[in-house]
């Protein structure tokens, strides 16, 4: 290795810091490594939110970082390269190169192929990430796999950022890949030299069901799984044939950048995703993202810079349009470090976003997360609150536990309600009002199940139990106990939906819960296994009187599922997709974890549950395909605008990791396949933005060859999907009388909801359904736009009443399970 002599700046040999001339190399970046902020530091901090130094290196558990030292990594031509000293690099060494043409070669293989002695402790290698500098003297490189271009990228920056991720690419095909980064010689014009370097390369081991499968090595790898399924309860009463069979097909489309804990759909052409603080692909600011909008067309993702931690926030949509997302878990110091990250507590967090700021290509001046402590936050820390909207446009808070850890009990448990904006109702004006519902439920009671009902009070269910809450009065009503011990609520998780509201049957509210466990909630971790089946149990109640009194009735699923998704369609009927059929939620804490995941045995298949047909013939996967890709804890699915279904996530981790079960970013759809015959798939207009209460619109429509008697008019909330829940999930089918009719088209005079308590005024989506297909949503309003009621006072004795997270400094997470305080 030659030393070049522009390098003047570089000492090869001594020191751990590198001797730079100022004027050629920029040293002015702010080096300032900022402590682990707390609650207290952040109210002084965020307002102060610095382009700061951030390193987002880091070696997912799995992966092997492969130094640029190593022989493996190969430069040329010879004479151009130099190398640098700096105790901040990666193993302190990297190779720049200022001359066009300079190119650096990376040759890695999967199994079978001839692994490399320093790759062999993977078992086989599906992708890899390129670690660098950004500084004022670099230029633009071109990034080659097998020689074909994959990507340019400008490693200019005013300041000297290292250890930066300047480009990586996973879900590689198994073979031997050549990884080419070569100088381009050009550069921006602010940039005062065409240098690029080389700090590590990152490889990422292969989970993919696919390779392995293809590998021989499915039995291996797969063995536990195979073991379970001969002890998994059978359901008894599957029927299959009770219904025909629509094919469905499922593609692997897009990846969302930063992990998909939490999604929501904004906007005809985006979703936010949310995350929790973790070494994410995507970056902004030079740090990981944690925050996202992912276009459902480009299947591409923009970073959101969100300040506080948002793990296990809840959120949902306010009258206005405007979208609130609560709660959230503490600054954790040693992984997820705050010097890196700069975030802060988010336990009181109320993180607020206007979807109508947003242009079509979710960007625009204001499409971004705002967070203000100062002013806007929570009156009580919550970690794993649910968040639904009531009947007046303002988001109740409900639940959660006090600070992060898992298994919620008495000392964490925060058994209150608080709204947003705040109340002044029941005498506490602004602070949490105590529930002696949300107290009685320990242990496994976080996420609490919430449904809006038609008469403004709210369902409720918690481990295994369920209420009806009147807000107004604050008095709670108890259901019949849920059945069969089953436990319904995290880490027990399952998935529930308010079934379809319609004039025909009055709006009479039916609830649905599916999957769980029987786990004992007073078993500790370490005693409870991955390997205990979930619940097939599925459940439902009409919440009338007769309804009740007759209590749950009780079907079972084809295949056991704790984590699932419930997604309503535009039909009625309900796709229930993701989760596990072994073990419960969350991470690190249980026996045979199999990596972190304390749930096991993916369910690959989705099923489709029927509401109008019989009991024991609702459920059918007939015509339904197959993943591969695991999807458990941190799992989402919704319907999105166009009609498909979204599938993403699944992280039962800590922080991004590649081995099983990874840290999953692809994102998969799932649609009938009717869908893609644009010929025969109905379609429908209106020059409608608002929907008042009790008003009428006109609907064009045009049938596509489908029957005119079977049309259902579906406004639909595809709510905040976070942990299996789908807050403020909603169906509701509208009043129509035909106006006029052609050969081909349809007029209808639609009404809107008669009143907010059967749709909390909000956003919604309105589909046209033929018989059984559904077209595109049409967007709107519903309600008069305004926003929910605010009370000065409530808020100025919130805000007087409570300081943000005092209680909970930083904290040391070595697992879902660990510490807060
Ligand atoms: C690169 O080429 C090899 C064959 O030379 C092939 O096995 C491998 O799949 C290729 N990689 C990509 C990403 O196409
Ligand atoms: C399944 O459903 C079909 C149609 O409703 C019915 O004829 C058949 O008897 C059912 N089979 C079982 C095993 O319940
Ligand atoms: C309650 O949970 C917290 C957080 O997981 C834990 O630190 C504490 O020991 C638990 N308390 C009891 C009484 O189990
Ligand atoms: C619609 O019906 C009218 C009158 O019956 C007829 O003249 C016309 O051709 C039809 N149009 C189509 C598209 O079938
Ligand atoms: C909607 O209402 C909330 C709560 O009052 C407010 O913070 C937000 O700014 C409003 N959004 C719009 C777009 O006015
Ligand atoms: C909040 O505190 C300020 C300063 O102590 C006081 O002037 C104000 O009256 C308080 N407001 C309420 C609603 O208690």
Redesign the pocket.
């Known amino acids: 290795m030659l030393l070049f002599p522009l390098f003047s700046f570089i000492v090869l040999s001594s020191s751990h810091t590198l001797v730079s001339d100022a004027h050629s190399f920029p040293l002015r970046h702010r080096d300032q490594t900022l402590t682990a902020w707390n609650g207290q530091q952040a109210i002084t901090a965020v307002d102060a939110y610095a382009d700061t130094h951030f390193t987002p290196y880091y070696v997912p558990s799995g992966s092997v970082s492969i130094d640029d030292a190593d022989p493996l990594v190969q430069y040329s031509p010879d004479g151009v390269w130099g190398k640098a000293r700096h105790q901040d690099l990666v193993d302190k060494t990297m190779h720049m190169a200022s001359q066009a043409g300079a190119r650096v070669d990376f040759t890695f293989a999967g199994i079978g192929m001839s692994i490399p002695e320093s790759l062999r402790e993977l078992t086989f290698v599906e992708g890899i990430e390129w670690f660098g500098s950004l500084t004022a003297k670099h230029g633009i490189v071109g990034v080659y796999i097998n020689d074909t271009l994959q990507s340019k990228v400008d490693a200019y920056h005013p300041t000297w950022l290292k250890r930066q991720r300047l480009f990586g690419l996973d879900h590689l095909p198994l073979g031997t890949h050549r990884f080419s980064i070569v100088n381009t010689g050009k550069k921006r014009r602010a940039s005062g030299g065409t240098f690029f370097d080389v700090d590590a390369f990152v490889v990422n081991p292969g989970t993919s069901t696919t390779a392995v499968r293809k590998l021989g090595l499915l039995s291996a790898l797969l063995a536990p799984h195979r073991q379970q399924e001969q002890e998994m309860p059978q359901a008894p009463n599957y029927n299959a044939t009770a219904q025909v069979a629509t094919r469905w097909s499922l593609s692997t489309e897009g990846e969302t950048g930063v992990h998909a804990m939490q999604l929501s759909i904004i906007s005809a052409t985006q979703a936010i995703v949310i995350d929790k603080v973790e070494h994410n692909p995507l970056t902004i600011r030079g740090h990981p993202a944690w925050g996202a909008l992912y276009d459902l067309r480009t299947n591409k993702a923009r970073p959101l810079d969100l300040h506080s931690n948002s793990f296990c926030a809840g959120g949902s949509f306010l009258s206005n349009g405007s979208l609130v997302n609560v709660g959230g878990n503490p600054v954790v110091v040693d992984s997820t470090g705050a010097a890196d990250f700069g975030d802060i507590n988010g336990l009181q967090a109320v993180r607020l976003f206007h979807p109508d700021l947003c242009d079509v290509n979710g960007k625009g001046q204001g499409c971004d997360i705002i967070e203000s402590p100062r002013t806007l936050r929570l009156a009580s820390p919550r970690w794993y609150n649910t968040v639904m909207r009531l009947d007046d446009g303002s988001a109740m808070i409900i639940g959660g536990s006090l ?1 992060g ?8 448990n925060n058994p209150t309600f608080e709204f947003y904006p705040p109340k002044n109702i029941h005498g506490f004006n602004g602070l949490p009002i105590p529930s002696q519902f949300l107290a009685d439920t320990l242990n496994s009671n976080l996420f609490p199940i919430a449904f809006l009902l038609t008469d403004g009070r709210v369902f409720l269910a918690a481990n295994r139990d369920a209420m009806i809450y009147d807000w107004k009065t604050n008095v709670e009503y108890r259901l019949p106990q849920l059945p069969n011990n089953v436990r319904v609520t995290y880490p027990m998780t399952a998935t529930a939906v308010l079934l379809p509201l319609s004039p025909q049957n009055n709006y009479l509210p039916a609830i649905l819960i599916c999957g769980g466990s029987n786990v004992d909630d007073q078993r500790p971790g370490y005693e409870i296994d991955s390997q205990e089946a979930a619940s097939a149990q599925c459940i439902r109640m009409d919440l009338s009187e007769e309804g009740i009194r007759h209590g749950w009735e009780v079907d079972q699923m084809p295949e056991p599922r704790v984590m699932p998704d419930a997604v309503l369609l535009p039909t009625g009927a309900v796709v229930i997709i993701n989760g596990g059929a072994t073990g419960i939620a969350g991470y690190g804490n249980v026996k045979h974890q199999v990596g972190f995941s304390n749930a096991d045995n993916p369910v690959l298949t989705p099923v489709l549950y029927n509401p109008t047909a019989a009991i024991g013939s609702r459920f059918s996967s007939a015509g339904m395909p197959t993943s591969d890709i695991p999807r458990l804890y941190h799992s989402v699915a919704t319907l999105v605008p166009d009609g498909r279904v979204l599938i993403t996530g699944s992280n039962p981790n800590l922080d991004r990791t590649t081995t099983r079960y990874p840290t999953e970013y692809r994102v998969e759809w799932l649609s009938p396949m009717w869908m893609r015959d644009s010929a025969s798939r109905p379609t429908a207009s209106a020059s409608i933005t608002t929907l008042p209460f009790g008003s009428e619109f006109a609907l064009t429509i045009d049938l596509k060859g489908g029957d005119a008697k079977r049309i259902k008019v579906a406004l639909m909330d595809l709510g905040f999907i976070t942990h299996s829940l789908h807050m403020n999930s909603r169906l509701v089918y509208l009043e129509y009388t035909e106006q006029q009719t052609t050969n081909t088209t349809v007029s209808l005079a639609v009404k809107s909801p008669p009143h907010s308590a059967i749709y909390p005024p909000g956003p919604g989506w309105i589909y046209l359904v033929v018989g059984d297909k559904w077209s595109e949503a049409i967007r709107v309003l519903v309600g008069d736009g305004s926003s929910p009621p605010s009370d000065p006072d409530a808020l100025e004795n919130m805000l007087n009443h409570s300081t943000i997270s005092k209680g909970s400094p930083a904290v040391t997470q070595s697992g879902e ?1 660990a ?2 305080i």
């Open positions: 600070r850890g898992w298994m919620n009990n008495a000392t964490t399970g510490e807060s």
